[in-house]
Nanobody, 123 residues
Framework: QVQLVESGGGLVQAGGSLRLSCAASGRTFSRYAMGWFRQAPGKEREFVAA????????YYADFVKGRFTISRDNAKNTVDLQMNSLKQEDTAVYYC????????????????WGQGTQVTVSS
């Protein structure tokens, strides 16, 4: 089992950057594929990015390609999401997710979820 805690959200102007971080508990972090999802008010949760256990394979939703970068540090038990060129439509609660058996990039995400961190992009 793994517990996930996100941080790094906040208010930023359009065009700006934020870096989200997800800290995982436990000694088996490197066995989990990790992902980021987001949910905007009145909308369904959607996939943003995912990364495999070693960090050598990454996946992105089309709407963040070229702007967001997912990375992980297995020594620190963290997975980060660097978000650049932020747009108002990126405003959402961002969630970290983990799964030991699949890449968490389908609609269901992973088996474990954090509590989320709010990202607000102003005009």
């Amino acid at each position: 089992q793994v517990q996930l805690v996100e941080s790094g959200g906040g208010l930023v102007q359009a065009g700006g950057s934020l870096r989200l971080s997800c800290a995982a508990s436990g000694r088996t972090f490197s066995r989990y594929a990790m992902g980021w999802f987001r949910q905007a008010p009145g909308k369904e949760r959607e996939f943003v990015a995912a990364i495999n256990t070693s960090g050598g394979r990454v996946y992105y939703a089309d709407f963040v390609k070229g702007r967001f970068t997912i990375s992980r540090d297995n020594a620190k038990n963290t997975v980060d999401l660097q978000m650049n060129s932020l747009k108002q439509e990126d405003t959402a609660v961002y969630y970290c997710t983990a799964d030991a058996y699949k890449m968490p990039k389908d609609q269901d995400g992973g088996s474990y979820w954090g509590q989320g961190t709010q990202v607000t992009v102003s005009s």
